[in-house]
């Protein structure tokens, strides 16, 4: 599985921005994708992910209510919708995959085992 993420950007806060993660493999569609976010000298944090069955959804705290996680089958493609955007939402996103044959969501990333290259997101006050 090849991930390439895409869409970041600079935006006002409170502005709005659309991530994209591609996807490549014929397994892409089977797995549980998310998204995290590590800001300089962070760890990198879950932010959201969608399961590849059911389309379930979860979320990190800091974003509910804000950001927006869902895919497009047919494009082999996963979104990460973000809304009401906070300077401390500053920091490279990636996508990753968790791998074939893992259908719930998992928070930690140690559990993704496919990541994409990150695409930096920068929110000025």
């Known amino acids: 599985v090849q991930l390439q993420a895409s869409g970041g950007g600079l935006v006002q806060a409170g502005g709005s921005l659309r991530l994209s993660c591609a996807g490549s493999?014929?397994?892409?569609?089977?797995?549980?994708v998310g998204w995290f976010y590590q800001a300089p000298g962070k760890a990198r944090e879950f932010v959201a992910a969608?399961?590849?069955?059911?389309?379930?959804?979860a979320y990190g705290d800091s974003v509910k209510g804000r950001f927006t996680i869902s895919r497009d089958v047919a494009q082999n493609t996963v979104y990460l919708q973000m809304n009401n955007l906070k300077p401390e939402d500053t920091a490279v996103y990636y996508c990753?995959?968790?791998?074939?044959?893992?259908?719930?969501?998992?928070?930690?990333?140690?559990?993704?085992?496919?990541w994409g290259q990150g695409t930096q997101v920068t929110v000025s006050s």
């Open positions: 969608i399961s590849p069955v059911s389309s379930s959804t």
């Open positions: 990753a995959a968790r791998g074939s044959g893992f259908t719930v969501i998992a928070r930690s990333r140690s559990q993704y085992r496919y």
């Open positions: 493999g014929r397994t892409f569609s089977n797995n549980v």
